[in-house]
């Protein structure tokens, strides 16, 4: 499984970015979707996720200004990440989870950098 991000950028605070993550390869119908951040010096934390019936799960800090949505039928997730604040900077990481003979298996796509700075 591959899957590519792209996005990020530079943008102010307060304002908005869409990141998009396309996977492709042998890919299971049933998965779960979504991103993580990584800020420098930090660990890589959830930000939202999204399975393919639809389940949602975000991060507290995100809840109200991002949004995840996905197109099954491509295989791309979706992030609408409103009203950026500077703690918001990070790399951004896709990922793809599903399960095969039992056991988890997660997936990664490369980042892509978001910095919130005036």
């Known amino acids: 499984v591959q899957l590519q991000a792209s996005g990020g950028g530079l943008v102010q605070p307060g304002g908005s970015l869409r990141l998009s993550c396309a996977a492709s390869?042998?890919?299971?119908?049933?998965?779960?979707m979504g991103w993580y951040r990584q800020a420098p010096g930090k660990q890589r934390d959830l930000v939202a996720t999204?399975?393919?019936?639809?389940?949602?799960n975000y991060a507290v800090s995100v809840k109200g200004r991002f949004t995840i949505s996905r197109d099954s039928a491509k295989n791309t997730v979706y992030l609408q990440m409103n009203n950026l604040k500077p703690e918001d900077t990070a790399v951004y990481y896709c990922?793809?989870?599903?399960?095969?003979?039992?056991?988890?298996?997660?997936?990664w796509g490369q980042g892509t950098l978001v910095t919130v700075s005036s």
């Open positions: 990922n793809m989870y599903f399960i095969v003979a039992g056991s988890g298996i997660d997936y």
């Open positions: 390869g042998s890919i299971r119908s049933s998965n779960v």
């Open positions: 999204m399975s393919t019936g639809g389940g949602t």
